[in-house]
């Protein structure tokens, strides 16, 4: 039987600076991974976003990739993070505004919905065990406003 599933309870975003890397607006799907796309902002109503190592993902990792759409839902293909009390060992998260919400385990996560002009998908993970990382596809109802 597959390991429980594990969430870490929301927690404040940590202060740091928004990425500074910017990839093109992009009017059609997008596909993203976060071994080569660490950092990027990118403007996209639908794609993709892995953890981009295979077979499994590195230790001592602190990914992630931001995607400006609103109100956008996720839909998790594959999930495998190292299972730990709290996501304490690794952890799979998702930041909108200023609230993330921690994942790990083995059990695909639900949908999850997502309100918001942008989100960020972060892996972060220590240096003992690795697992198979993740796969997704968002989409989004449409361009965030201009500001």
């Known amino acids: 039987t597959p390991a429980p599933e594990t969430s870490a309870p929301p927690t404040p975003a940590p202060a740091t600076s928004a990425p500074t890397t910017s ?3 992009a009017s059609g799907a997008v596909t993203l991974t976060l071994k080569d796309n660490h950092g990027v902002v990118v403007e996209a109503t639908s794609g993709s976003i892995s953890d981009g190592y295979d077979p499994m993902y590195e230790n001592d990792l602190r990914r992630e990739v931001t995607v400006r759409g609103t109100n956008c839902l996720l839909e998790f293909i594959s999930f495998d993070v ?8 690794d ?6 505004g200023g609230s ?3 994942r790990c385990g083995n059990v695909v996560p ?11 998908v972060r892996l972060v993970t220590d240096g003992s065990v690795t697992a198979a ?3 997704l596809r968002f989409e989004c109802a449409g361009a965030p406003t201009p500001t």
């Open 110 to 120: 639900e949908p999850m919905q997502l309100d918001g002009d942008e989100f960020t």
């Open 133 to 135: 990382g993740f796969e």
């Open 91 to 96: 952890s799979f998260q998702v930041q909108v």
């Open 23 to 25: 990839a093109p607006s």
């Open 82 to 89: 190292q299972i730990a009390e709290g996501c304490a060992a």
């Open 100 to 102: 993330v919400r921690g």
